[in-house]
C-alpha cells in the first residue's frame, strides 16, 4: 500500500527560473522517498483561507541528501492565480502545507527505443523525473533503477522564450531537447505539435499541457499510430477522489462515463478519453 503523507514541509528554496515561473523546494523526506513520476502533491498556505482549498502540482524531481536518500521534492509553478500569487513570495525557512503522492503516474516500459515527451506551457514540470526514470539514472518510489528506454526526446512548446523554465534541466537529465514558440522567438516557430509531426515518429508519446495541445498529440499519435498518454491539468478542489470536481470523459462499452482525474489519472491513454461526447 503506497503511503499517503500530509506534512507541513519548510521552504528550503523559492528561486525564479523564467518570467513568473519558481521552482521550490520543500524539506519533505517521507514524500520524496514514496513520490513517482507523474504523480502529484497538493499545497496549501497553513493559516490562509483565500485560498481556501489546496492546488495540485506535479513532481519535479526529487533531492537527494549526501547518502543518495530523497530528502525533499521540487514543484516548478506559473504564477496564474491566488495560490501561485502567494507561493512566490515564500522564503526559505516558510511552511507549506503539502500532501500526497497522488494520482496514478506515468506508464513503465522495458526495452523501449524512442520515447517522445511532448509539453505545451507548463506542462513540462512532470517531465524531468520520468527522464531520469526512463533512463534509469535515479529510482522513485522505493523501487531500484532500471532502464526502460534507450532515447528520450522533450518537445516543449512556449507562447515565448522568456516563459521556458528547466531546458537545462532536462538536456542535463539526459533528454534531447526541442523547443517551439508561438511567436518564434525561440526554437521552431509554431504550436510544439507542429514541430513533433516535421520529426520520425517515436515509439510511444506522452503529452502534458493545455487541452488543445492534447487534443493536437492525441489526433497527431492517432495518425501515426503510435500509442499515447496524456497527463490531464484538470482544476481540482480535494485531490484525494471525495469531490468529483475533477471528472472527464473516457470511453467505456456502453458509450462513456466520468472517471475522476486526480484517483484514476492524471494520465490517460489517450485512446480511452471521450474529448467529442
Ligand atoms: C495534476 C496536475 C498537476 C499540475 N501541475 C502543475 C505544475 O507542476 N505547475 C503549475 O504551475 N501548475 C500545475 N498545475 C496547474 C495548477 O494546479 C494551477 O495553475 C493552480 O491550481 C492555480 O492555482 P491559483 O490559486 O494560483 O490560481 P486560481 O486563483 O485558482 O486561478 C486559476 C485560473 O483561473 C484564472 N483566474 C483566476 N482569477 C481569475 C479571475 N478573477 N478572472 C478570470 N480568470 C481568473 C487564472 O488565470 C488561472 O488560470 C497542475 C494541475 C493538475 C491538475
Ligand atoms: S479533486 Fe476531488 S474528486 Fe478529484
Not at 43 to 49: A, K, M, Q, T
Not at 61 to 79: H, N, R
Request: net charge positive; proline share 8%.
Amino acid at each position: 500500500m503506497m503511503p499517503f503523507v500530509h506534512t507541513t514541509a519548510a521552504v528550503y528554496a523559492n528561486v525564479l527560473l523564467a518570467r513568473q515561473t519558481y521552482r521550490l523546494r520543500l524539506h519533505c523526506p517521507e514524500l520524496a522517498r514514496a513520490i513517482r513520476p507523474g504523480q502529484f502533491v497538493m499545497l496549501r498556505l497553513p493559516g490562509h483561507s483565500d485560498p481556501l482549498l489546496g492546488r495540485p502540482f506535479a513532481l519535479y524531481d526529487t533531492v537527494l541528501d549526501e547518502e543518495g536518500q530523497p530528502i525533499a521534492l521540487d514543484v516548478v509553478y506559473l504564477v496564474v492565480g491566488k495560490l501561485t500569487g502567494l507561493l512566490a513570495a515564500l522564503q526559505p525557512g516558510d511552511r507549506v502545507a503539502v500532501w500526497g503522492p497522488l494520482g496514478n503516474g506515468f506508464p513503465d516500459f522495458s526495452a523501449l527505443d524512442h520515447i517522445a515527451l511532448v509539453a505545451g506551457g507548463i506542462g513540462q514540470t512532470p517531465f524531468l523525473a520520468y527522464v531520469r526514470a526512463l533512463l534509469g539514472t535515479r529510482g522513485y518510489g522505493g523501487r531500484p533503477p532500471r532502464r526502460m528506454v534507450r532515447r528520450v526526446s522533450l518537445y516543449y512548446g512556449v507562447r515565448t522564450a522568456d516563459l521556458a523554465a528547466g531546458a537545462e534541466d532536462f538536456r542535463a537529465a539526459g533528454a534531447a531537447v526541442h523547443l517551439a514558440s508561438d511567436d518564434g522567438t525561440l526554437g521552431f516557430p509554431g504550436f510544439v505539435t507542429q514541430l513533433l509531426a516535421t520529426h520520425p515518429p517515436p515509439q510511444h508519446l506522452v503529452g502534458c499541457g493545455p487541452e488543445p495541445m492534447l487534443r493536437g498529440l492525441a489526433q497527431l499519435a492517432g495518425r501515426w499510430g503510435v500509442p499515447c498518454h496524456l497527463s490531464l491539468e484538470t482544476p481540482m478542489a480535494c485531490g484525494i477522489g471525495i469531490c468529483f470536481s475533477c471528472v472527464t470523459r473516457v470511453r467505456t462499452t456502453n458509450g462513456w462515463d466520468y472517471r475522476r482525474v486526480c484517483v484514476e489519472g492524471p494520465v490517460f491513454d489517450a485512446a480511452s478519453l471521450a474529448w467529442d461526447t
